[in-house]
């Protein structure tokens, strides 16, 4: 399981965005850099994109790049099955195509409609059009709404732009009401109400990790009740006999200039086949302005 919590519509910043990586402790993946997906065909110069990578599938997750794309995956809870196509290669495609208008016609070029995947829901975001300095991001949420679901997608509501969540459920069943996702889109609400004018980036990043952190009194004690807190302590899956838990938490903000704040913090991690609590300065940051190449 995953969850983020994001907002659009700040005067200071075109996106607040905050992430927990919920997976297995010994999947392969590399943390966050620059890379190019080492694929051929796509259209970005080298080290365009900035994200972590699943070794296994060769996806990922989350990411950004330099033109101001902004993509983040997560799976649909529902029994294990198996496709040829890999949702992370939605995310990869989509950071790795030069940057085009609507960002409908991406979409539509990018993914075809009878694609056949596992669950995911996808929020995909790109800069607006605009003759005015100050940015702005499109945001569009796509999804099949379980295992080999037809693909559809929409602009985000309003409300969904100026304080939205998206997590593991499925649209329009009920998903906005996990209690993980309840409460994130509560604290964020109020972080975002109560925030100085003159708060610096590090500050909110630190209220956004700690917003990342709240667990439910009540450790789950299997996979269906993950939903209950938004940082997942360890737990054995029995169906693999594996450890999971929150990984990475990762925030992302970009200010109306273009410039990008990406910060990528270790949760849990394994030490020797035990999991272990990571210490917090066990992260990478990376400062850059969209549209630079270094």
């Not at 991690?269 to 999991?275: A, H, I, M, N, V």
Request: glycine share 8%; hydrophobic share 35%.
């Amino acid at each position: 399981m995953c969850v983020a919590f994001f907002t659009l519509e700040h005067p200071d910043y075109a996106l607040i965005l905050c992430s927990n990586r919920d997976e297995y402790l010994s999947r392969p993946t590399e943390f966050a850099h620059f890379h190019s997906f080492e694929k051929k065909g796509h259209s970005l110069q080298e080290d365009s994109v900035l994200s972590g990578i699943d070794v296994r599938a060769g996806g990922t997750w989350l990411g950004v790049n330099r033109t101001g794309k902004v993509a983040l995956l997560t799976n649909i809870t529902e029994p294990l099955t198996k496709f040829s196509s890999s949702r992370g290669h939605l995310v990869s495609s989509f950071l790795a195509s030069q940057l085009s208008y609507p960002l409908e016609e991406d979409i539509r070029r990018l993914i075809p409609c009878d694609a056949k995947f596992a669950g995911f829901n996808l929020l995909l975001l790109a800069p607006s059009a605009s003759n005015t300095p100050s940015l702005s991001f499109d945001a569009t949420y796509v999804t099949n709404r379980g295992a080999g679901g037809p693909i559809t997608y929409h602009s985000l509501t309003e409300a969904q732009r100026r304080c939205g969540g998206l997590s593991n459920g499925i649209d329009g069943k009920g998903a906005d009401d996990w209690p993980k996702v309840q409460h994130g889109l509560h604290s964020l609400k109020g972080i975002l109400d109560t925030l100085p004018p003159n708060t610096s980036e590090d500050q909110l990043t630190e209220r956004l990790f700690e917003l990342l952190t709240w667990k439910s009194p009540q450790l789950p004690r299997d996979r269906s009740e993950l939903r209950n807190t938004v940082q997942v302590e360890p737990i054995t899956i029995t169906a693999t006999n594996d450890i999971y838990a929150t990984r990475l938490s990762t925030i992302v903000i970009v200010k109306r200039d273009g410039v990008v704040l990406f910060v990528e913090r270790d949760r849990w991690k394994l030490t020797e086949g035990r999991p272990v609590l990571a210490d917090p300065s066990s992260q990478r940051e990376f400062r850059f302005k969209l549209g630079q190449v270094d």
